[in-house]
Structure formats: C-alpha cells, structure tokens
C-alpha cells in the first residue's frame, strides 16, 4: 500500500477517542481506527523506514504492533499510569541497535489533535543507559561535544529535554566543565509541528527527512553511548 499521507478524518477520529475513552466506544468504531490510523501507519513505516535507511542503514523498522507500531491500548495496571484505556496520539518508531526499541537511540514522532512530536534520542534512561551516559560523560571530551551539540541543535530552533534531576549522582565534581549533563535522565532533542502536516504525504516525508537529518548528530552519539552499556 503507498503512503500518499492520513485521510482527513484521522485527527477528528483521535480527537473523538479522546472524548469517547471507552473500550466500549472504540470496538464499534474499530474499523475507523484501522481505515484512518493503523493501514496507513503501516504504509507510512515502510515508506519512511526506506528513506531512514539513507541517514543510517543499520536502523530497524517493521510495521507492527509492539515494533515500529505502539499499541492503541494503554497499559493502566502500572503505578503511576494514566487511567484511560485508549492512547489519543499515535506513536511511531525507528530504532537502532538491540534489545528495546525504547532504550535504542530513535527516530520517533507522534502525532494527535494537538501536535506532530518528533525526536530523536533517548527520552528517559532506564538503569543500564542511564550508567553508560554517566560513563561517557566523564569524559571532558565527550562533555564537550555534547555541549556544542545541544547549542547547535538549539540555534537551528530544535528543543532539548528538560533536565531531570536537581541533584548530581555521587562521585560527581560539581566544578567540572559543563557538569550539568550530568542532571539529564534521558538525552533527546525535538520539534514540534502542525499535525495536519500528516494529511500530505510528500511534504510530511521531506519534512521529516530535513529534520531527522538535522538531528543525525544526536541519534548517533546516543547511540554510541548504548554501546557502552554493560551486560548483565
């Protein structure tokens, strides 16, 4: 199936999830949600995945659930989870390098009735990732390059993550140069566009491609740091 972009009724629909958050609502109304989300989510993923390839031939994609495809059901049994059980944005994602799609350096965006997201990165270390930045940080060099590379992005009117933590991890000089890398959970950059932007297919794929370009940089020092995180 070619990607030619989403129907015009796909963000309606999402808003409409949004307001109906019942299984209930969603099962009658689960032929919308393959016509207008889930067939051309797939379309867009084999489409997009081949012009990835281009920026970094190792990345990974396949138009499933639980791959490049996140599921519409949100899992409400975690502590802390929201409680509704349909997600209203739909998630998309290329990753490269093994084990989780989620603690991979990214290609990732999502989409809703309020924004197109797109990022690159990591946005929230688990244990292992989150060792490996430290390690690499300790490096000044690496201090440095991550530095210019976080104000470079911001000149080209790309965000950063906010820090999240307020206190340094054990063992860490304050005085260092630049040591406030050191406060970051995750480490990921990101735009935010107009979701109809998904409605025309060409222009969302140039689109994104400009942008993922840009944010090469970051994808591939995140992934350099998950090549230092050690087995178990």
Do not use: C
């Amino acid at each position: 199936m070619p990607f030619d972009g989403f129907d015009k009724k796909a963000l309606p629909f999402l808003g409409s999830i949004r307001q109906n958050n019942n299984k209930e609502w969603f099962e009658a109304h689960r032929d919308e949600y393959e016509k207008y989300i889930l067939e051309p989510s797939r379309a867009f993923v084999e489409e997009f995945g081949e012009h990835l390839m281009a920026l970094e031939p190792t990345i990974t994609f396949a138009p499933k659930i639980n791959k490049s495809l996140f599921r519409i059901y949100r899992d409400t049994r975690r502590m802390g989870a929201i409680k509704v059980p349909l997600k209203h944005r739909i998630g998309i994602i290329f990753w490269q390098g093994n084990g989780s799609r989620m603690q991979n350096s990214s290609f990732y965006l999502h989409f809703s009735p309020d924004e197109l997201f797109v990022a690159v990165g990591v946005r929230w270390f688990e244990k292992p990732m989150l060792d490996a930045y430290r390690e690499y940080l300790m490096d000044s060099n690496k201090r440095q390059e991550l530095n210019d590379l976080l104000h470079s992005l911001m000149s080209k009117g790309y965000s950063v993550i906010e820090k999240g933590y307020k206190r340094y991890p054990r063992g860490t000089k304050v005085d260092m140069v630049h040591s406030y890398l050191f406060l970051f959970k995750g480490m990921a950059t990101y735009k935010i566009l107009d979701p109809k932007l998904i409605e025309d297919g060409e222009k969302l794929i140039e689109t994104l491609y400009k942008i993922y370009e840009d944010m090469l940089p970051m994808q591939q020092m995140v992934y350099d740091i998950s090549l230092r995180v050690k087995e178990k």
